[in-house]
């Protein structure tokens, strides 16, 4: 039985930091990844990353813009944490190696980004994730001695001791189908969003909320689940992403009749809106006819200077000359609002810890909550950073302070079981796993998305419930042992139903409009009744409601206008 | 929507049996990718075929594979385009192998001498004259990366073989000293220069296309080396002499890539790992690090000097400068450089007997013909538009491959002649 002191799941942004931070605290770390470690989703990240480390900016300034994004619903203590943390951070990743843009005199130069009242986004081109996943990557390559790496393990339980501690978890070695209970005093849950529980995403597909669920399966609470964001400038049908640092460089969204439509929705932010509020104005424009034929608006890079986009927004120019056969350069492109950012998660305090003694959340699988019902752009890779850290180092004196547990085997006995189970249902006993997989998301994009209302959020947790009853009996064709895809796909589906569920649940029971949360049948904000987090936890009948306050430190909430 | 076939090479290692093909048929929209195709026949008839897949849009680097025999992400190739090139291929394949270089052309039989020279426009009526004949429904194949065992299917072992080359370059900064209250301050350019090493996602399509890597299992290989540049060319980075003698003194390292363009061709990133290798070997020459055992330092800089001056291989004087460098008119060689002629001779019957270098004659020294006319001063103002132009070769400066006529346009510099032209 493989035993760690700490025991990272997941190996993005939130998963390699956190590694890497428990490794200098002198413990003994693993890290364990259903995909490699640079496969993660932490790559997508193009924009860049937030803090106020120029010295006209401020961290208030920057946790005030983080709040007034997430609609207030944002939790202003771990907000100021981020904000304050974020300089050094950034510092930090300079050090180890990230090729950060510089300005002229080779400092550490900005770009503007959304929602933000400065220009306070670090970046390396458009591939700002990418560039410091592999730095990480390598820090952790560096430091093998101390961190122990598994590639390509998947994860299907997490084991809790008979006082409820969490002291490990269940995974399937890919490569060869072993079932493996490992051992661990603290473990991080690191896994990243739910994504693919909507068609289209941006999201890789590997982003199937596996960390969400496992702790919601193992009596955790989760927050915010309501709080989906839809990003501004996707592409159409295929969901891919074009970097809100196109509109950061400059450029416009134009209707189909060419007008700048932002100037009657934001017309002192513009384009550079929070993304919550981007895509409403554009799912408008489209919905009221004003949209190309394709159900789309346009981004027009083209006002943007040529060799800067070459120099800055390079992997755009790619995704437009080979997914949609654009030179962004020289003409508009089409664009919608597509699934992009899970706000909610595991309910976690400011150091990681989640309900479940020893269990940890961090980055998209957590909900701090520093986003609340919008996040701002490029302050993604910050949470994962600042919050992995701060998990890594909490676990780490918590493994210090506690005495191992031995798991009991009973959880590997009944992990192993229920994929027998699945693994022995005849073809044409039930659904292909693919075909509920399609069904929920597309139904999640159509009813759970920028706009909501009852009915509609009602028939998607019937069809929900539904599938879920299906999933019961879905069968697959792969029965080897060797890197079984399928099987992976039938756990992965089970999670994305009760990420599903919990989603549905929560913007049911959300009557009023904040951040992503959008009802058109409850259209105002509405401060009295709902400027609180909704928890939810695993019960008989599913996940069972409560509430919690929102913390506000010096930020009371106001009108929101951009 | 359209109909294609997919032609997957299939392994299942536990069915004891070894790898078969297997056609699938698919209908999608030409604009989605072989990876969607791939997805659309495991979702729909087999669930048991592997391919690792994630981001879906050329970021995360875990589908690459060989589509048509060409090494690259199954995600970034559309189908259509795909469907194409199985359909050039296949016409390909049943036309005679082009024909060596010096050989005397013969029209084959009922083949007019003139369609040789035919115009572009021409050439593609022929071929769907051709195409029609039969190729016109040719399967797209898909086929796992080379230069890696195979897993299952699709999957291949990339830990053995590229993470294990990665590890190979100690992939880490290794600044000195304390790191800076603030950032490190740097040329703005250096970072840009690097950002394109930075871009590699790891994908190994490069290290699957690599013929060195064929014939030499162990150099270290296109992305390795790509990421060595990536701390080479980092001024924060303290050990770059050190890095450049480890790799320039690997018999397995810099001067063991020959130069075929395959990694260039196959990076679905641009991060063009040949031109990165090249700018390793120019960094260890800048280095004084001129002692390799491969001689490749010397035979590269031989190489430059006399194109530069003659416009072609003098191949004699290439043998006398890579072996034993500033030989040729001193009368009294030193001991080192007479050492030097003396190991070359196994490698100049080698080259005579093999062909590469063609007769005895050509090896005497003084006889290479000179370009004809101002040939010469063309070749020479190239190397030095080169020089002046290093930095801009980078991707994150210069943009795509379409931009380039226009940046040689808007510096004024004249479109190459044709050969022809320059030979008259």
């Known amino acids: ?562 | 929507m359209a109909n294609y076939t997919l032609k997957v090479r299939r392994y299942q290692p536990e069915s004891g049996e070894g790898p078969y093909w297997e056609e699938f048929d698919v209908d999608l929209d030409p604009s989605l990718s072989v990876l969607d195709g791939l997805l659309q026949a495991k979702d729909r008839d087999d669930g048991s075929l592997s391919v690792r897949c994630s981001c879906r849009a050329a970021i995360c680097g875990s589908c690459g594979v060989k589509v048509n025999g060409s090494s690259t992400l199954a995600c970034k190739t559309q189908i259509g385009e795909a469907h194409e090139a199985a359909n050039r291929r296949s016409k390909d394949a049943s036309t005679p192998p082009p024909r060596g270089a010096d050989e005397e052309y013969k029209p084959a039989e009922g083949e007019e001498r003139g369609a040789r020279t035919r115009e572009p426009g021409r050439e593609i009526a022929r071929d769907d004259e051709r195409g029609q004949a039969g190729a016109e429904d040719a399967p797209i194949v898909i086929e796992p990366m080379g230069n890696m065992p195979v897993i299952k299917d699709l999957v291949t072992d990339m830990e053995s073989t590229h993470w294990t080359k990665i590890r190979r370059v100690t992939p880490w900064l290794l600044p000195h000293g304390e790191a800076p209250e603030r950032e490190y301050v740097v040329e703005p350019e250096s970072m840009i220069d690097i950002t394109q090493s930075m871009a590699c996602i790891q994908c190994g399509a490069c290290v699957s296309s690599c013929l060195s890597m064929e014939a030499d299992p162990d150099f270290i290989g296109p992305a390795a080396l790509a990421k060595a540049y990536r701390f080479v060319g980092d001024p924060r980075d303290a050990e770059t002499k050190e890095r450049l003698h480890d790799l320039a003194h690997d018999p397995h390292g810099i001067y063991d890539c020959t130069h075929c363009f395959s990694c260039i061709d196959a990076c679905p990133k641009g991060v063009a790992p040949m031109d990165q290798i090249m700018r390793l070997r120019r960094k260890a020459g800048e280095h004084g690090i001129d002692d390799d055992p491969n001689n490749g330092h010397n035979h590269v800089t031989a190489m430059t000097k006399i194109i530069e001056k003659k416009g072609t291989n003098d191949e004699s004087l290439l043998i006398q400068e890579s072996y034993a460098p500033g030989v040729k008119g001193k009368l009294k060689p030193t001991k080192g450089a007479v050492k030097g002629l003396t190991e070359s001779l196994p490698t100049v019957l080698r080259a005579i007997k093999t062909g590469k270098a063609r007769s005895l004659s050509k090896l005497i020294p003084g006889i290479h013909p000179k370009l004809p006319g101002g040939a010469q001063d063309e070749v020479k103002a190239i190397y030095e538009h080169t020089e002046a132009h290093r930095e801009e070769f980078n991707l994150y400066i210069k943009g795509e491959e379409g931009d380039e006529a226009e940046v040689a346009v808007a510096e004024g510099l004249e479109p190459p002649q044709s050969r022809e032209e320059a030979v008259q």
């Open chain 1, 1 to 562: 039985m493989p035993a760690h002191d700490v025991l990272v799941i997941g190996a993005g942004l939130a998963g390699q930091r956190a590694a890497l931070a428990a490794a200098e605290q002198g413990v003994s770390v693993g890290i364990v990844s259903k995909v490699h470690p640079v496969r993660s989703h932490s790559n997508a990240a193009q924009g860049g990353i937030n803090a106020a480390l120029n010295p006209g900016d401020s961290w208030e300034s920057h946790a005030f813009d983080t709040i007034k994004g997430s609609d207030y619903l944002g939790d202003q203590d771990a907000v100021e944490i981020m904000c304050r943390e974020a300089p050094e951070e950034i510092l930090h990743l300079e050090h180890l190696g990230v090729t950060f843009h510089r300005n002229e005199e080779g400092k550490l130069g900005t770009r503007a980004f959304g929602g933000a009242s400065a220009a306070r986004t670090y970046y390396v081109a458009d591939i700002t994730g990418q560039a410091i996943m592999h730095v990480l990557y390598e820090q952790l390559m560096k430091h093998s001695d101390s961190v122990a790496r598994y590639e390509e393990w998947f994860c299907t339980a997490l084991a809790l001791d008979e006082a409820g501690e969490c002291c490990g978890v269940v995974t399937r070695n890919i490569a060869d189908g072993s079932m493996e209970l490992f051992e661990a005093k603290s473990v991080i849950l690191a896994c990243g969003g739910n994504g693919q529980v909507w068609k289209p995403t941006t999201n890789a597909l590997i982003c199937t909320g596996d960390g969400i669920a496992m702790a919601y399966r193992a009596g955790a609470k989760l927050m915010d689940m309501e709080m989906i964001q839809y990003h501004p400038t996707t592409l159409a049908g295929k969901g891919f992403l074009i970097t809100e640092g196109a509109r950061g460089e400059g450029a416009h969204l134009l209707n189909a009749k060419g007008e700048r439509f932002m100037e009657r929705y934001a017309p002192n932010k513009m384009e550079l809106a929070s993304r919550d509020v981007v895509s409403r104005a554009e799912q408008t424009e489209i919905n009221e006819g004003r949209g190309f034929p394709d159900g789309t608006v346009a981004l027009d890079i083209t006002v943007v200077p040529r060799k800067r986009v070459h120099e800055a927004l390079r992997e755009i120019v790619l995704v437009g000359r080979d997914f949609a056969g654009v030179d962004i350069t020289r003409e508009p492109i089409h664009i919608k609002p597509g699934n992009h950012y899970t706000m909610g998660g595991v309910k976690t305090d400011v150091d990681g810890r989640t309900d479940i003694p020893g269990l940890y959340a961090a980055g998209e699988t957590a909900c701090v909550s520093v986003h609340g019902g919008n996040r701002l752009g490029a302050n993604s890779l910050l949470d994962t950073l600042i919050f992995g850290r701060r998990s890594g180092v909490d676990a780490s004196a918590r493994a210090k302070r506690i005495d191992r547990t031995r798991p009991s085997k009973a959880v590997l006995e009944a992990e192993q079981a229920q994929i027998d189970a699945i693994s022995s249902r005849e073809k044409g006993s039930g659904r292909r796993v693919s075909e509920i997989k399609l069904e929920l998301g597309t139904t999640m994009d159509a009813k759970v998305a920028v706009f909501r209302e009852e009915a509609g959020i009602q028939e998607a947790l019937e069809t929900v419930r539904r599938l879920k009853g299906e999933a019961e009996s879905a069968y697959i064709d792969d029965k080897g042992s060797v890197f079984n895809q399928d099987i992976l796909a039938a756990i992965e589906l089970g999670y994305m139903l009760d990420n599903a569920e919990c989603t549905c649940v929560a913007a049911l029971e959300r009557k009023e409009s904040r951040g992503a949360q959008y009802r058109t049948d409850f259209p105002e904000r509405n401060d009295e009744e709902w400027l609180k987090h909704i928890d939810l936890q695993l019960s008989d009948d599913g996940p069972e409601i409560s509430f919690s306050e929102v913390t506000i430190t010096q930020w009371e909430p106001q009108e929101r206008t951009y």
